[in-house]
Every structure is written in C-alpha cells, then in structure tokens.
C-alpha cells in the first residue's frame, strides 16, 4: 500500500493543482478517446493506459484542463487514447514543453508519459532540470528496459550484456537507475510501481496526484515483442514475493515467505542491505521514512536491486515539499508588474537596450 495522500478526495487534488471544479461525475468511460489504441497485443501500456482512465475522474478535474505532453515513443501514443488536451511533442523534450505549460497555465493539470529511451537518453537533460526546478508536473516514466518503437536496441536502462540489434555481443554500458537519477537531480517525488499491479500503480498515481511539485513515478513496463519477461521476478506468483519490497510508510522493511527477509541498516557504512533470520526488535532494520529531507535514505532504497532486480522496493521512496518553480516564476512577475506595469510588445519592439529597475 501507498499512504503518503493526506486528502485523497477530489478537493485535496484540486489544492494541489489550483484548477476549477468539474461538473457532475466522470468516469473512466469519459477519458477513453475516439482513436483505436495501436501498440503491441499484450504490451504493458494497454494495462498502464486502462489504469490512468480509471484514475482520472478521482481528481475530480475537468477534461479541458488536464494535458497530457509525451515525447517519441511507444509511451508517447498516450495523449491520443485520453479524451483530455495533449501534445504528442519532440523527442526527450516532453519535460520542456510541459514545464512552460505548467507555469503559464496555472489552471491545468500537467501530466508527462515518456519511456526509458525518451526520457533518459536524448532527453536526459530536460528530465534532470525539471526535476532539479521542482516544476508542478507529474511524470509517468514507462521503463521497459529496451527501445520497442525503433525495433529493440538497448536503452540507457539495458543491463550489461543485453543482447540486442545494437549490441550482438552484449552491451558494455552500464545502465542508469533512473530513481536513483531523479533522486540526484533533487526530485522531490520519487516513486516504482509495475504495470500489471492495477491496485498498487493506482495507489502511486494517486500519491502523485496529491504532490505539488514534479512527481517522478517510474512504471515497470513488459515489452513482450522485444524484451518480454523483464520483470518476471518481480511478478510471477511463486517468486516476486521473495523480490518485491513493498514500501509503506512508518512500517519496517519486512518482506519475503513469512517476513525472513528484512532491509538491514549497516550501522558502521549506513549501507542498507537485504538479510534474513533477523529478530523484530533488531535495531538496525529500517523502518520506512519516505519524509526524510535528506535524500541519502531514499538514494540507498534505490540502489536495491540494481542490475538483477532481486530486491526490488516498489513504492514511494520520497515525498518532501519544496518551493515549486511556477509558483516562484510566477510570484517574480506579480512583484515585477506590480511595480512597474509594462507591455511586452512594446519592449520586444523598442530599443534594443532598456533599464530594469531594482
């Protein structure tokens, strides 16, 4: 389970985005579009798609002021299958566009639907920025280990030695964590969820939703063309129980047939590492804290099960507030205007030098 929405009711979401109040009752029905959903038969994003229509009309949020901006991608054909705005944008440049739109449109929802390649690759510097900025957006980073729209290359989150078109002999590159990434720029959301968990990815969505400022969700996704079976591990019945840690605040980091494994604080390193046949009262089993300001507990959880996925934290790892980029770039202009009125037309069309005063 995921605990971290304080008002998980249509008017705590509302807080959060400042949008006006929607009319009547919608339902998932309402945000399904006219166009007929092309991707894969049995790819995870029919699951992740069917999961966002159905949580959608729990914002209690108008259509008209909800977007939905993607980048180039398998991912990105979402903004076509929700009946909202949306802008099927540049490749990895989703988070640009979506961060001037959340500080001129005060009004909308934002949303961003990018892949591993998009979001990591071309667009790895507009994601840490708008991480970095704490713009009020949220990002749905669908990871399916693999480039599924260009015919399956390795992605900047292919393990070593993936075998592929574009590495026949394995690839070399060591593969970014993208939490771990988020967590570095400053992210003040950070959160993993899997797209066949219906319950649990809509828990993350709706703890997203209530999070003002960038919300990173990354969406283990099956890209059963080109990369199936990534994630079984972390899903068959007989094994992902021995695999998932599910984080829930405030509840020690117990998991595992009859809780025998539980997340171990090194008292001397501060590492945290997976161990079994440990007492409750063991002082050093962590307790999930996803408040913590400093991020050096969260960077820790997602560093686990890096690379093999054997231990896996699903979940939000952090959820702290911090003064959002829009909310500040739009506080600079009321000051500005306020002291001086002005027109930008007729700035852009004057001298080419011009005061500001202090």
Not at 280 to 285: G, M, Q, T, V
């Amino acid at each position: 389970m995921v605990d971290l929405v304080d008002d998980p009711s249509a008017e705590g979401f509302r807080s959060v985005f400042g949008v006006p109040r929607v009319e009547g009752t919608l339902r998932a029905r309402d945000f399904k579009s006219d166009q007929e959903v092309r991707w894969c038969p049995g790819c995870g994003d029919y699951a992740i798609l069917a999961a966002v229509q159905g949580f959608l009309p729990e914002l209690g949020v108008r259509r008209e002021n909800i977007v939905f901006i993607s980048g180039i991608g398998c991912s990105s054909r979402f903004p076509y299958y929700l009946n909202t705005y949306g802008m099927h944008s540049i490749h990895g440049r989703a988070p640009a566009i979506a961060t001037g739109l959340a500080t001129t449109r005060p009004d909308l929802s934002v949303w961003v639907a990018t892949g591993d390649g998009d979001a990591l690759s071309i667009g790895g510097n507009h994601l840490i920025h708008s991480l970095r900025r704490n713009v009020n957006l949220k990002i749905l980073l669908f990871n399916n280990r693999i480039y599924g729209l260009t015919k399956g290359q390795y992605s900047p989150t292919s393990e070593v030695g993936k075998i592929t078109k574009s590495s026949p002999f394995g690839s070399v590159d060591e593969p970014f964590d993208p939490l771990s990434l988020a967590l570095g720029a400053g992210a003040t959301f950070v959160a993993r969820t899997i797209d066949s968990d219906r319950k649990h990815l809509t828990s993350v969505l709706r703890a997203a939703a209530a999070h003002r400022g960038t919300a990173l969700v990354e969406i283990y996704q099956n890209c059963n063309i080109f990369n199936d079976g990534a994630f079984d591990l972390l899903k068959e019945p007989g094994v992902r129980g021995e695999s998932v840690i599910r984080l829930e605040h405030g509840q020690p980091l117990r998991f595992g047939t009859d809780g025998r494994l539980v997340v171990l604080r090194d008292l001397a390193t501060g590492e945290l590492r997976v161990v079994e046949g440990v007492p409750d009262d063991d002082p050093a089993i962590v307790v999930h804290d996803a408040y913590q300001a400093d991020p050096t507990y969260a960077f820790g959880l997602s560093r686990l099960g890096v690379g093999d996925l054997r231990y896996t934290p699903i979940g939000v790892l952090r959820s702290v507030s911090r003064p959002v980029y829009d909310d500040e770039v739009r506080a600079q202009i009321a000051r500005a205007t306020q002291h001086r009125p002005g027109d930008l037309g007729t700035l852009l069309r004057g001298k080419d030098t011009w005061t500001v005063p202090a």
